[in-house]
């Protein structure tokens, strides 16, 4: 341990709506992974960074010299703040879920609707959370991820092939970030992070609230048991049935997203179809090299 020296190995930045739990899901029992504890989102680049590096640290109590340190917080995509603070870790590799970007708006708008944090109007809603908009720019960020990371060190995961390769996914993000490949379940394209009908919206809101209060005091572990507890099924009820997009929200965020969605299927028409191979014929990101 002498000399181990504390780094950030790779981040999966999101946007949010885009699979980011279910990777979270996966890999946070690799045995040579290490992920914050009882948070999947510290949130500490974009939002808590005045809290100092210690503090980040403190959320991984298994990080050593024999596991690789990484985090999965879809807010820091959209995150200028982010997205400097990040490059103070030479050689991070960057993962970047897309999906295309009209369907992921409406999500993320029900998303916020579903706990109370907005009006169910979608008008209404964006003008008081921009972010649902902004968050999803393919055309702006992802170009100035790879500016900033290169490249070779972005690697991106269609959300709407997490179902029909699942196993193929996780196998190319090992690879990629420089693991040994692992199993997955059976049940591995089941779907997290489901949105939620609330039972009601005013409880919907509280809770949130409360949620928000206790993780911001550090009390991740706390909200984490109640989940797991069936709160949250009983608070919120069964996932819901997507509700149709009206047709003026559609066609107004087909034409906000226009580059957005250009940039999407251009990206994905040739999608991670080949592995990318180094100079000397190891894959980018082999253990123990190239990190």
């Known amino acids: 341990m002498n000399g181990f020296v504390r780094r950030l190995e ?3 930045v999101g946007p949010q709506r885009t699979g980011t739990s279910w ?3 996966h890999l946070r029992h690799h045995r040579e992974l290490s992920f914050p504890l009882h948070v999947k989102e510290t949130k500490f680049f974009d939002a808590r960074y005045e809290k100092g590096m210690d503090w980040y640290w ?22 200028d703040q982010a997205l400097v603070r990040l490059r103070q870790f030479d050689g991070l590799r960057v993962i970047i879920h897309l ?47 790879e500016s900033e990371f290169g490249e070779d060190h972005c690697f991106y995961i269609r959300q ?29 394209s089941e779907r997290f992070g489901q949105i ?9 809101k509280l809770s949130a609230a409360c949620a928000l209060r206790l ?25 819901s049935k997507p509700d149709p997009m009206p047709a003026e929200v559609r066609d107004y965020l087909q034409e906000l997203h226009h580059e957005d969605t250009a940039y999407f299927n251009n990206k994905t028409r040739a999608w991670n179809t080949n592995r990318r191979v180094r100079t000397d014929g190891e894959p980018v990101g082999s253990a123990g090299k190239d990190r």
């Open 215 to 239: 993780r911001t005091g550090g009390m991740h572990r706390v909200v984490e048991l109640l989940k797991h507890a069936g709160l949250k099924r009983v608070l919120l009820g069964p996932p």
């Open 58 to 79: 403190g959320h991984f109590a298994d990080h050593s010299e024999h596991r690789l340190a990484g985090e999965i917080c879809p807010t820091y995509f959209h995150s």
């Open 10 to 12: 790779f981040v999966a």
């Open 160 to 188: 709407d092939t997490l179902e029909c390769e699942a196993s193929k996914i996780v196998d190319d993000v090992c690879d990629f970030i420089g693991v040994e490949r692992i199993r997955l379940p059976e049940n591995a």
């Open 196 to 204: 939620r009908q609330p039972r009601s919206m005013s409880i919907a």
């Open 23 to 25: 990777l979270h899901h």
């Open 99 to 145: 999906r295309d970007p009209v369907d992921r708006t409406w999500s993320l708008f029900r998303h916020h609707r579903n706990k109370g944090r907005v009006p169910n109007n979608y008008f209404e809603a964006v003008k008081l959370m921009p972010e649902i908009e902004s968050s999803g720019r393919y055309a702006d960020y992802c170009p100035r991820w």
